[in-house]
């Protein structure tokens, strides 16, 4: 598979301030990559190097083969800001329309339905922005970024404004775009979304990555459970190869074996273990 | 937008037939008749620059009003992420917010100038000797206006741009008080200082040269008269005017989109 996004050696300076220190990553093609980190490690701005919105102060970033920032790079990419806003005076349709100019999409009011019917917009196709609730200008940009059928998404706090059921329907829009091969950095706050859409996730603290891979390759073992006749037994530091042996010796032993989870670190203890002090 | 201009038109038609009744009624001063003034084009002109005046005014709000928050103030407020992120760049976003501010401010004072010329013609029966001419140049006035609020815009936040703009827009008309009463006192020094001012911000020197061209075949006492008013500040400015215009256009722009395309948004 070759890269939908790649950085290499990313550094942005911002006066004294270093936002990024040397930030390795790569996104291929139709994979879901979940970037996290606490507040000021530098996820946006990561993003929008890769955007070209900022530039970078070393090291290279590029969208499926292209410079980032570049034109080439420009088209083949979707964005989702994290702070946004379309006029409010425009609807939902003219949004599109206008971004389907600006990307030179020849979808027609095809794609711009389309695009409705996906993020759940389809009956206010007419309306203002003005006149949307938060949510539904949440999932007005979500259809922005889809404009002119990219081939990577870089979507910034996509769910921040929304409630749960909005929160689903992303989910599934996410997992649909997956279907259809488009590669997306998601970046969010959110944990249980991280962890329930992304392929793999990767979490930067004080501009650097300090843990990238799938959950379950970051999962530590944190024991093994076993319901017997007396409660609960843990045994602390046993992982799953232990399991057969531990259940084994619990029925030499005459006890009665009702169930047996093999307990993992969730992925918040693995981001609290990963950015430390700064998670606060 | 649309009441003050409304307002403004309204005033100058009530001042304009006000002012063409008096003089109709009065007696001219004897000095007057005898210097062989003609007080129909003393008034219509004098009315009428002051009415370019006011366009210019009106121009400039509108100008900066649809230029001052273009790049950092959208940046601001989340507008203009999802624009750039696009193919078509920001060297092309930036002229096309500039041709658009620029077409509209251009239609608007070309309007309101046709506006004024027909209330002093049906006022007074007076009209302009040129009128395309200083027409143009208070639309070309415009667009600089335009194009300095759009430079500003990438480095000021929209109320810092828009309070910028109108000093320099204020700097311009103090440098054509300057240039007056440079030519009242005979001062080389004020006059020439006006010259280079006028020059640094060629909207005005585009609405001291369009002053010129509405009294350009006005000759004699009826001309000299004409300079003791408010048309002591109207200059010639020659051939170069245009060229230079396009080329401090050319200049702003330019250094507009530099600092835009390494901007951090």
């Known amino acids: 598979m070759s890269a939908a996004f790649t950085a290499r050696g990313l550094v942005k300076r911002y006066g004294a301030v270093t936002a990024l220190d040397g930030v390795d990553l790569d996104v291929e093609e139709g994979e879901l990559v979940g970037l996290l980190g606490p507040n000021g490690a530098g996820k946006s701005t990561l993003v929008k190097i890769g ?7 070393a090291g290279e970033a590029a969208v499926c083969g292209s410079r980032a920032g570049s034109a080439q790079a420009r088209a083949a990419m979707g964005y989702l800001a994290e702070l946004f806003r379309f006029p409010g005076w425009s609807s939902a349709d003219e949004v599109l329309l206008l971004h389907q100019r600006l990307a030179r999409s020849s979808g027609g009011p095809g794609e711009r339905g389309e695009l409705l019917e996906l993020v759940g917009l389809a009956d206010a196709h007419a309306r203002r922005v003005e006149d949307m609730s938060k949510g539904m200008q949440q999932r007005l940009g979500i259809a922005q970024a889809l404009v002119g059928s990219p081939r990577f998404l870089f979507l910034d706090e996509p769910t921040s404004a929304l409630d749960p059921g909005g929160r689903r329907t992303v989910r599934r829009l996410l997992e649909e775009l997956r279907s259809r091969g488009i590669a997306v950095l998601l970046n969010s706050h959110l944990l249980s979304e991280i962890e329930l859409v992304c392929d793999r996730v990767a979490i930067l603290s004080r501009g650097r990555i300090v843990a990238e891979g799938r959950p379950s390759e970051l999962a530590r073992p944190r024991g093994v459970e076993v319901d017997v006749d007396g409660g609960t037994r843990v045994f602390t530091g046993a992982g799953r190869a232990d399991a057969p042996r531990l259940v084994a010796d619990l029925v030499a032993a005459g006890e009665h074996v009702y169930g047996v989870r093999v307990l993992e670190s969730t992925l918040e203890e693995i981001y609290l273990e990963a950015v430390g002090e700064d998670a606060g | 937008m649309l009441v003050l201009t409304a307002a403004f038109v309204g005033l100058y038609w009530l001042g304009a037939n006000q002012a063409f009744d008096t003089v109709d009624e009065a007696q001219p001063p004897r000095e007057a008749i005898l210097a062989g003034i003609d007080t129909r084009t003393l008034t219509g002109a004098t009315l009428f620059g002051l009415s370019m005046f006011g366009t210019l005014f009106l121009g400039a709000v509108l100008a900066a009003f649809l230029t001052l928050g273009v790049v950092r103030g959208d940046a601001e407020r989340g507008l203009l992420q999802p624009l750039v992120v696009r193919p ?50 208070l639309a070309g006035a415009v667009c600089v206006i335009a194009a300095l609020s759009l430079l500003g815009s990438v480095f000021l936040s929209s109320t810092a741009n828009g309070i910028a703009v109108f000093m320099v827009f204020g700097a311009g008309l103090v440098a054509g008080l300057l240039g007056q009463i440079g030519e009242v006192l005979d001062s080389d020094t004020l006059t020439r200082v006006a010259e280079i001012s006028s020059w640094v911000l060629p909207f005005e020197a585009l609405y001291q040269d369009g002053l010129v061209a509405i009294t350009a075949d ?37 250094g507009a989109y530099a600092a835009f395309a390494r901007k951090d948004l």
Do not use: H, K, M
């Open chain 1, 51 to 57: 955007c070209g919105l900022v530039r970078a102060t």
């Open chain 2, 218 to 254: 006005t000759t004699g006492f009826t001309e000299f008269a004409l300079q003791l008013g408010p048309f002591g500040g109207a200059q010639a400015a020659g051939p170069f005017l245009w060229p230079w215009t396009l080329a401090y256009l050319a200049l702003v722009g330019g």
């Open chain 2, 88 to 137: 078509v760049g920001r060297g092309v976003l930036l002229l096309g917010r500039f041709a658009a501010a620029a077409a509209v401010c251009a239609v608007y004072v070309l309007a309101v100038f046709g506006a004024n010329l027909w209330i002093t013609w049906s006022a007074g029966g007076w009209r302009p000797d040129r009128i395309a001419e200083p027409a143009l140049q």
